[in-house]
């Protein structure tokens, strides 16, 4: 199974910026989408960015304009930059790593992220 682990979060003032780092192992067969999730205080985990291994993505409204996700060459590391950010923003995030051909799915274990003067 691919193992995921995520890097980055911290706590930010309003309008501040973080970059969060993703790197999943190697896959035999490949990994197909890679994408972040978010859980903040008392809701649902939600999805915020997603991105193919041809590099298509796409984006939660919430975060659309705000946040760019991207991958590395080698299509094992996925980064979020997070721009203008929020209180609202403020959640543990997860990083979710799909294999190609099996479509088994790796969360890493989260990290947190706190958008508060």
């Known amino acids: 199974q691919v193992q995921v682990v995520e890097s980055g979060g911290g706590l930010v003032q309003p309008g501040g910026s973080l970059r969060l780092s993703c790197a999943a192992s190697?896959?035999?067969?490949?990994?197909?989408?890679m994408g972040w999730y978010r859980q903040g205080p008392g809701k649902q985990r939600e999805l915020v960015a997603t991105?193919?291994?041809?590099?298509?993505?796409s984006y939660a409204n919430s975060v659309k304009g705000r946040f760019t996700i991207s991958r590395d060459n080698a299509k094992t590391t996925a980064y979020l930059q997070m721009n203008s950010l929020k209180p609202e923003d403020t959640a543990v995030y997860y990083c979710?790593?799909?294999?190609?051909?099996?479509?088994?799915?790796?969360w890493g274990q989260g990290t947190q992220v706190t958008v508060s003067s």
């Open positions: 979710k790593a799909s294999e190609r051909l099996t479509g088994s799915n790796s």
């Open positions: 190697r896959s035999v067969f490949g990994i197909n989408l």
């Open positions: 991105i193919t291994s041809d590099s298509s993505t």
